[in-house]
Nanobody, 123 residues
Framework: QVQLVESGGGLVQAGGSLRLSCAASGRTERKYIMGWFRQAPGMERDLVAVINRSGSSTYYADSVKGRFTISRDSAKNTVYLQMSSMKPEDTAVYSC????????????????WGQGTQVTVSS
């Protein structure tokens, strides 16, 4: 079992930057595939980015490619999502999740979830 806690959300102007953190605790000796998802009001939860166990491979949704960067610090058991050139359509609750399938793109592929953090981008 692993517990995930996100932080770093807030209000930012369009064009600005924000960095989210996801701290893992519990069975952290087991390295998981880590993903960031987001859910806007009235919308489904969508995958934003994924990083593999070693940090050597990443995946990004087309909507954030070139603007967002996912990374991980294994020594700190923390995964980050650096968001730049932000747009109002990036406004959502962002959640990190842990799983075992790098090519999984669905919420069903991630058994462990954080509580989420609100990100609001003003125009």
């Amino acid at each position: 079992q692993v517990q995930l806690v996100e932080s770093g959300g807030g209000l930012v102007q369009a064009g600005g930057s924000l960095r989210l953190s996801c701290a893992a605790s519990g069975r952290t000796e087991r390295k998981y595939i880590m993903g960031w998802f987001r859910q806007a009001p009235g919308m489904e939860r969508d995958l934003v980015a994924v990083i593999n166990r070693s940090g050597s491979s990443t995946y990004y949704a087309d909507s954030v490619k070139g603007r967002f960067t996912i990374s991980r610090d294994s020594a700190k058991n923390t995964v980050y999502l650096q968001m730049s050139s932000m747009k109002p359509e990036d406004t959502a609750v962002y959640s990190c999740a842990a799983g075992d399938t790098f090519y999984g793109r669905s919420v069903k592929d991630y058994p462990y979830w954080g509580q989420g953090t609100q990100v609001t981008v003003s125009s």
